[in-house]
């Protein structure tokens, strides 16, 4: 089955045994839960729109193992083009969905390591490589969504793996046996975990010497035996406990974080990509954060849904026309294409690595996520601006419904006398929902802290940047030798 439709992804996802918690009580249905629901509708999007023929070129891909057409999320990047169509495949699904999609993480994890494996056997003569290959077929073959795991919970911030009070706090080996390795630790803020079905762990930062227990990679399929999912709670989540088609703000798409526990989980030999050889997990690292800063075209899809909203709501409120509403609507376009600018910039400034597959410009990679770090931001509190104080003080959907409140409600907030007062409401809650609700989780803090806080950019930027350039070209324009 090289590529799965929605349906059959959904039923994938049922013959998973995950062991899930939320709110304290083991979640038995995972699929039909409620708030977990809409997310997985968002991984099915990624699923649906490969068969689209409108889509194609943009979703799929043709696989340089096997030469089958294969959704792009399982692909291997083999030229510019397919970077720079992978950046317009995040701004397209941003846009279908409002929300997180979650399924580029994996993506960025494969690429990652089809580099750093290849590299591994060139300076061991390790057989990382060939096993990766050999995984990477399956997960085309199957389809499959990918968890990938890199954040531990890292605990003191100020001490490395090995001198942890407790050495959980990053993943690591606790045993090494003839058929595989033993793992334990955990990886919090997991997008998408419980929509996977493969779940790929990575060191989370540098490694040395006495950290080469913690310098770890492989896969697991996402319900092997002892492996628990503890469900992040997302602002206003409850809201999709109540039913109705208003108060949730995004009706169909949302997205999810979960702590994902490996209690000594058994890892055969043939899933293990990296071990020990802690001198690469800062390329694995790098790589791997370079690609997910690319991915973040999937922000500016989104910043299309909060742009369109902010320009509904001003026409439902009757100050479209105004020169600053319309100076606002500006610049949040300027904003957002100004993110579109870096994430196809850094696809097509990127190169071929030794193992063939292409990577992103990382100096440029970084800038654009750095930039993700910002305008959302200020996009968002333009459309609070032009949205108006109700966004945040509307009743709820039911005091719409009720016959003692409906007419009041009708009555005092209609604004536009085109406009029914339901549909005013509506957009008002999805940019609720966008900057203050669920998907903020996403559109507003992941912009921040995902792929790594802005500091992380900051470091890679100056690492990035070739300084003696651009002194030489000052010094020679003023005369000095
Ligand atoms: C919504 C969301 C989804 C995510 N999805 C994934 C995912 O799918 N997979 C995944 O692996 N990760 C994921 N992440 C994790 C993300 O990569 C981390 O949040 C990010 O790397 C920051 O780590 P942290 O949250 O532990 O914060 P911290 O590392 O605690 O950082 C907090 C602040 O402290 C600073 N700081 C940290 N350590 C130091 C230090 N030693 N010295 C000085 N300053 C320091 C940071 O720069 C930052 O300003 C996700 C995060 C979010 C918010
Ligand atoms: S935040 Fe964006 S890049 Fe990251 S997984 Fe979600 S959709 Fe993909």
């Known amino acids: 089955m090289p590529m799965m439709t929605a349906e059959q992804y ?30 997985m509708n968002a991984v099915a999007k990624t699923y649906e729109l490969a068969h689209r023929p409108e889509h194609e070129d943009i979703m799929t891909a043709t696989s340089h193992i096997t030469g089958k057409k294969v959704n792009r999320f399982t692909h291997i990047h083999q030229s510019i083009d397919d970077l720079v169509k992978k950046s317009k495949m995040g701004r397209l ?68 793996p090995h001198k942890q009070p407790d050495p959980d706090q990053f993943m690591h080996v606790v045993e090494e046996r003839k058929d595989g390795i033993v793992v334990r630790g955990a990886k919090a803020h997991q997008t998408g975990a419980v929509n996977s079905h493969e779940i790929i762990v990575m060191p989370t930062i540098s490694m040395r010497e006495e950290d080469k227990d913690y310098a770890i990679s492989f896969a697991l399929p996402s319900d092997a035996e002892g492996i628990t999912y503890i469900m992040g709670r997302q602002s206003c989540d409850t809201r999709k406990l109540e039913g109705g088609t208003m108060d949730q703000g995004n009706l169909l798409f949302g997205g999810h974080e979960a702590l994902v526990v ?4 058994f890892v055969p030999w043939d899933r293990v990509f990296m071990y020990r050889e802690y001198e690469f997990s800062r390329q694995l690292v790098e790589q791997f954060a370079a690609y997910h800063r690319q991915s973040y075209a999937c922000k500016v899809g989104v910043g299309d849904v909060m742009i369109g909203a ?105 604004a536009n006398p085109d406009i029914p007062t339901e549909h005013r409401m ?8 966008l900057t203050l609700g669920t998907a903020a989780t996403n559109y507003l803090t992941e912009s921040m802290h995902g792929a790594g806080s802005p500091q992380a950019q900051r470091i890679m930027i100056s690492r990035r940047i070739n300084m003696q350039e651009k002194q030489r070209a000052a010094k020679r324009l003023c005369g000095i030798e």
Not at 27 to 37: G, L, Y
Not at 262 to 265: A, I, K, R
Request: glycine share 6%.
């Open 93 to 160: 699904l941003g846009r279908e969905t409002g929300c997180c999609f979650q399924r580029c993480v994996g993506m960025d994890t494969l690429n990652a390591l089809s580099i750093v494996s290849f590299d591994i056997d060139t300076k061991y003569g390790t057989e990382y490589y060939k096993r990766f290959l050999k995984y990477l077929e399956y997960v085309q073959q199957n389809d499959f969504t990918v968890d990938g795991a890199m954040t531990d919970p890292k605990g003191d911030r100020s001490l490395p």
């Open 10 to 39: 959904e039923e994938s996802l049922r013959r998973l045994n995950l062991v899930v918690y939320m709110f304290g009580k083991r979640v038995e249905n995972v699929v039909d839960d409620p708030i977990i629901r809409p997310s």
């Open 262 to 265: 490996f209690d000594d989980v």
């Open 426 to 433: 509506h957009i008002l809650r999805l940019i609720e929902n």
């Open 310 to 414: 902010a320009q509904t709501a001003a026409e439902y409120n009757g100050v479209e026309k105004a020169s600053h509403i319309r100076d606002k609507i500006v610049e949040m376009n300027h904003l957002n294409e100004t993110l579109y600018c870096g994430c196809i910039a850094c696809a097509s400034e990127g190169h071929k690595e030794p193992s063939g597959t292409y990577c992103v410009n990382i100096l440029l990679a970084n800038v654009h996520k750095h930039n993700v770090t910002r305008f959302p931001y200020e996009i968002s509190r333009l459309a609070q601006d032009i949205a108006g104080g109700l966004m945040v003080t509307l009743p709820s959907e039911k005091d719409l419904q009720s016959p003692e409140t409906a007419k009041w409600l009708k009555k005092y907030f209609k």
